[in-house]
């Protein structure tokens, strides 16, 4: 009756998901991390005109940087052929 295999859907391996249809979630979550990574610029550069501490913002642009990067990785390299 409670056959676990049975409950479970066939595409829940356990395994990472890769290949061609998760090339373009990564493509898209790597435009949105590019967006709010050069948004954290402006906001940096936005922070020196005015004269405020900007070292909150930079560490924020860092990490999109930082994901953004490890995004367009995955894509590239999660491509077929």
């Known amino acids: 009756m409670n056959d676990p295999a049975a409950q479970r859907p066939s595409d829940s391996s356990g395994r990472p998901r890769t290949g061609p249809g998760y090339s373009g979630i990564h493509r898209i979550l790597a435009l949105v991390f590019t967006g709010a990574a050069a948004a954290c610029c402006m906001l940096v550069a936005a922070d020196l005109v005015v004269g405020r501490q900007a070292g909150g913002d930079v560490f924020i642009a860092?990490?999109?940087?930082?994901?953004?990067?490890a995004f367009w990785w995955m894509a590239a390299t999660s491509r077929p052929g």
């Open 62 to 69: 860092a990490l999109n940087t930082l994901a953004a990067a």
